[in-house]
Nanobody
Framework: QVQLVESGGGLVQPGGSLKLSCVASGGIFSTSTMAWYRQAPGKQRELVAAISRLASTNYADSVRGRFTISRDNAKNTVYLQMNSLKPEDKAVYYC?????????WGQGTQVTVSS
């Protein structure tokens, strides 16, 4: 059974930084595309960034240039470095992967950007 566990969320002032981590277990992490999604109150869940098994990356327009997704296959971990945070980045951030026809989600970690 694949499990994804996020950490690293919290409260940060506008312009600040946070680094989210997602540790995966139970699957073939190194061959899987990993992604970060977020969901703000009253809004649909949206893709923030994704990284393929070969480390090619894809970003939402709203975060490109500010966020960086990376992975450490030896640690079964995917990261999301978030810089220059804005109030509109406030959301619950979820780790995601898709393995053999099944989508997996973590429990989410709250990110709040406020002065």
């Amino acid at each position: 059974q694949v499990q994804l566990v996020e950490s690293g969320g919290g409260l940060v002032q506008p312009g600040g930084s946070l680094k989210l981590s997602c540790v995966a277990s139970g699957g073939i992490f190194s061959t899987s595309t990993m992604a970060w999604y977020r969901q703000a109150p009253g809004k649909q869940r949206e893709l923030v960034a994704a990284i393929s098994r070969l480390a090619s990356t894809n970003y939402a327009d709203s975060v490109r240039g500010r966020f960086t997704i990376s992975r450490d296959n030896a640690k079964n971990t995917v990261y999301l470095q978030m810089n220059s945070l804005k109030p509109e980045d406030k959301a619950v951030y979820y780790c995601n992967t898709f393995i053999t026809g099944t989508t997996y989600w973590g429990q989410g970690t709250q990110v709040t950007v406020s002065s």
